[in-house]
């Protein structure tokens, strides 16, 4: 079991940069990849990022690639967010998500994960 607790969403205006942060607590960090997931009003869940255990490898959805930027701090059990050039389109409820998995691309294939926290919300006007 892991717990994890999302931190450091708010409302920003559009271009600005934000980022969130996860700590897991619990079973050990490094067993898990760690994920990012959002969900806005109306839509279905997507899948943001994914990192390795070790941080080595990270993948992205195709259509945020390049603005977001997913890392972790194993020494403090805490998976980060940093996302730049925000659209309204954007705004979202972000969760961050562990899962026991080897292979990062099969969260990403999947859009399911194991383990999830409560969400923070994330809003970017215009």
């Known amino acids: 079991q892991v717990q994890l607790v999302e931190s450091g969403g708010g409302l920003v205006q559009a271009g600005d940069s934000l980022r969130l942060s996860c700590l897991a607590s619990?079973?050990?960090?490094?067993?898990?990849?760690m994920g990012w997931f959002r969900q806005a009003p109306g839509k279905a869940r997507e899948f943001v990022a994914a990192i390795s255990r070790s941080g080595g490898t990270s993948i992205y959805a195709d259509s945020l690639k390049g603005r977001f930027t997913i890392s972790r701090d194993n020494s403090k059990s805490t998976v980060y967010l940093q996302m730049s050039s925000l659209k309204p389109e954007d705004t979202a409820v972000y969760f961050c998500?562990?899962?026991?998995?080897?292979?990062?691309?099969?969260?990403?294939?999947?859009?399911?994960?194991?383990?999830w926290g409560q969400g923070t919300q994330v809003t970017v006007s215009s």
């Open positions: 619990g079973n050990t960090f490094t067993h898990y990849a």
């Open positions: 998500t562990a899962d026991p998995i080897v292979n990062i691309a099969t969260m990403k294939a999947r859009g399911e994960s194991d383990y």
